[in-house]
């Protein structure tokens, strides 16, 4: 063999070898860290919903975030969410959570002016999570739902701005039944 024809070949092996290294770092990349998005559609409806009683009548507006620390959809609304405790808990939100029955885990330290609640009456009924409750100034339950649609959520696509704002101005909003498709992990425990 002439010394070209060595070169090119030792050329090509070493570039189909690269390829072949690429090709399972890709693989195990994408097999290790990237999930397909299921299209889970989720009926929420808020009717069994109630605040405990040390927290249900007149005040404040409150807002009760359910999660279940196994869910990888919470990742996805866990910055989203602190921003909304950055922008309205000044305002005089109250921010609440309640994490799944029998479920092991901890909030982000972003999250941790979040009160947690053992579980609200009718909660153990909820379809799916990461959900919200958000009660209005007269302790009325104003949305119960998803924070968005869609894989991911933030600002720009979120339910939740919309509502605290109305609410904020004393207008009122009946969102407690809500049929959205997105990120969602099943909130019922088995028995």
């Not at 109305?166 to 039944?177: C, E, G, I, P, Y």
Request: charged share 15%; with cysteine.
């Amino acid at each position: 063999m002439r010394p070209s024809h060595r070169t090119t070949l030792l050329a090509s092996l070493l570039a189909l070898a690269c390829a072949v290294v690429l090709w399972l770092a890709y693989d195990w990349f994408q097999g290790r860290f990237l999930r397909t998005f299921s299209q889970h559609t989720a009926v929420f409806s808020g009717d069994p919903l109630r605040l405990p009683p040390e927290l249900a009548g007149p005040g404040a507006i409150r807002l009760v975030h359910f999660w279940d620390p196994a869910c990888p959809c919470n990742v996805g609304n866990q910055q989203h969410l602190a921003e909304l405790v950055d922008k309205y808990a000044p305002q005089g939100v109250e921010f609440y959570a309640v994490q799944k029955t029998g479920s092991q885990g901890r909030l982000p330290a972003t999250l941790n002016s979040l009160e947690a609640l053992p579980a609200l009456p009718g909660s153990e009924q909820i379809p799916a999570s990461p959900a919200v409750a958000i009660w209005d100034r007269s302790g009325k339950l104003a949305y119960f739902g998803p924070y968005s649609e869609g894989l991911t959520c933030n600002s720009s696509n979120s339910f939740i701005e919309p509502i605290l704002e109305a609410l904020s101005v004393d207008r009122k909003v009946n969102a407690t039944h809500t049929l959205a498709v997105g990120c969602y992990c099943p909130w019922p425990t088995s028995n």
